[in-house]
């Protein structure tokens, strides 16, 4: 009788996680000493794009994609940084306004002074061709380089930290979620909910501020 030959079975390796070792979860918020030592820490190396960049993206709260896509005909009018813009956006196509303040309207002011350029131009252009603007990736390493520079853990922030800095500041002076949900875009409240990580001990807090 014919003997069966038997093969080893294969040695099944144990999967890794795709975020093994990674930092995950949703990047904190800039507190406000640490957006002027940015600041204060671009200043100092002259860095104009990057300061215009990071006061644009404070102001505009802006998703990476729709910050380095904006167009100088997007923030300037009659040759002056507008008061007040307006984009649509690339992921919900839903149009979304935002301020520029006189500390971002003065950077962006040397900024496009610096770099010149048509108003269908791109803000923040590639340095690999003028026809392409900034990628979120580079934008992301940016942030890194910002943050680690003023002390902070790059994997911590991330190009959302940006975007939920001054909405976090609004939250918690005013309690006004709606007022966040406009400012951010967002269709539902539920998702600005879920987006500032607001709890029952947020609600509690406000509350207990109300003394009647």
Known sequence: MEKKTRFPSPTLKASVPWNAGKMVGAKRALKEKHVWAIRFWLGSEQRVRDRALFDLALDSKLRDCDLVSLRIGDIVTSGQV????????????????????????????????????????????????????LSTRQYARLLDQWVQAVGLIPGEYGT????????????????????????????KLDSTVRYLGVDVEDALALSEATDL
């Open 82 to 133: 507008r008061h007040r813009a307006m984009v649509v956006q690339q992921k919900t196509r839903r149009p979304v306004q935002f301020e520029i303040t006189e500390t971002t309207r003065e950077s962006v002011r040397m900024w496009l002074e610096h770099r010149g350029g048509g108003l269908n131009e791109y803000v923040f252009p590639s340095r690999l061709s003028a026809k392409a603007h």
């Open 160 to 187: 959302h930290s940006l975007r939920r800095t001054k909405v976090a500041m609004i939250y918690k002076r005013t309690g006004n979620i709606r007022a966040v949900q406009i400012l951010l875009g967002h269709s």
